[in-house]
């Protein structure tokens, strides 16, 4: 098993979106975080819809009125604790989740 540093924990909010790349066995891989009832949650930065990044510009995203990540590019709109899309052009897919512990207040990508 190997961990990858991501960023510190003060770095991520409640509610809040980040993007960040890290190393993975294939290449980089560029994520989407947040936190969610305290839990640190990771999926890669891609719509299932048309394979485009979530957001509309570095560390930028868009939200709804729930607090629903939104896909910028068509509107797909996201569950942030299970990644489900729950309306739009993908509905019924999920964006795909990665691996995460939160540790010595560092949240690390954890891979097999």
Known sequence: ?????????????????KETCAQGPDGPLFLVLTRQT?????????????????????D??????QGHLVCA????????RSGQCVSGPCQGDALT????VERADKIWLTTD
């Open 38 to 58: 305290g839990e640190p949650k990771a999926w890669h930065n891609v719509c299932p819809h048309q394979g485009r990044a979530l957001n509309f510009a570095p």
């Open 97 to 100: 989740a990665v691996n995460l």
């Open 73 to 80: 590019h068509h509107g797909a709109t996201f569950d942030c």
């Open 1 to 17: 098993m190997t961990d990858s540093f991501l960023l510190d924990s003060a770095q991520l909010a409640e509610g809040q979106f």
């Open 60 to 65: 930028r995203f868009l939200t709804d009125d």
